[in-house]
């Protein structure tokens, strides 16, 4: 059994800051990567950032510069810094972790339950 649990969601103002953190627990062999997608009302679920296990990142373009993913391997956690939040960041953010449970199965996708972020005066 695998658990992806995300934390930290909450309102803040235009301009203000967030951060989100993710951890996966139970049964783990290797974590390949660990991102962060959202979904506002009404619209797809758009990748915002990942990690791979080698420290490679990539960000969705409207994130670059305002937002950082950090991992810890040791403790199959990820983090997402969110500066200079903007009212189009508004969504619900899921973590994923892309994983295997044995060296023979996968990877599969996990998710956590999401977190909501709202951006608004």
């Known amino acids: 059994q695998v658990q992806v649990v995300e934390s930290g969601g909450d309102l803040v103002q235009p301009g203000g800051s967030l951060r989100l953190s993710c951890a996966a627990s139970?049964?783990?062999?290797?974590?390949?990567?660990m991102g962060w997608y959202r979904q506002a009302p009404g619209k797809e679920r758009e990748l915002v950032a990942r990690i791979d296990s080698g420290g490679v990142t990539n960000y969705a373009d409207s994130v670059k510069g305002r937002f950082t993913i950090s991992r810890d391997n040791a403790k199959n956690t990820v983090v997402l810094h969110m500066n200079s939040l903007k009212p189009e960041d508004t969504a619900v953010y899921y973590c994923n972790a892309r994983l295997q449970v044995a060296a023979w199965a996968g990877p599969f996708d996990y998710w956590g339950q999401g977190t909501q972020v709202t951006v608004s005066s």
């Open positions: 139970g049964r783990i062999f290797s974590i390949n990567t």
